[in-house]
């Protein structure tokens, strides 16, 4: 079974960085997506970037586009969201998720398992 945890969040300044990470296991495919999403209150959950395993294809919604990096950190066994540039608008829930596959479009792959998430929030 497919156990992802989230860590790394906490509170940070506006134009301050923060790098999240996904510890995944459980895999039995060699092939598959990593995705992160987040939920802000009162919002619903959306999509922010994704990346495939093995060949590390990346993808980031409008956003979070060149101000979020994700990454597979090999030497930790994990996968990153480098976030910088944070905004109070980035404050959410963030959730790591996998899927199969990534069919380009967040809301309507089939992601099948979560993480709980962790808390990130961007204030003076």
């Known amino acids: 079974q497919v156990q992802l945890v989230e860590s790394g969040g906490g509170l940070v300044r506006p134009g301050g960085s923060l790098t999240l990470s996904c510890t995944a296991s459980g895999f039995t495919l060699t092939s598959f997506v990593i995705a992160w999403f987040r939920q802000a209150p009162g919002k619903e959950r959306e999509g922010v970037a994704a990346?495939?395993?093995?060949?590390?294809?990346?993808w980031y919604t409008d956003p979070v586009k060149g101000r979020f990096t994700v990454s597979r950190n090999i030497p930790d066994n994990t996968w990153d969201l480098e976030m910088t540039n944070l905004k109070p608008d980035d404050t959410a829930v963030y959730y790591c998720?996998?899927?199969?596959?990534?069919?380009?479009?967040?809301?309507?792959?089939?992601?099948?398992?979560w993480g709980r998430g962790t808390q990130v929030t961007v204030s003076p």
């Open positions: 998720t996998t899927a199969p596959y990534f069919n380009g479009y967040f809301q309507y792959t089939r992601w099948t398992d």
């Open positions: 990346i495939s395993a093995p060949h590390l294809e990346t």
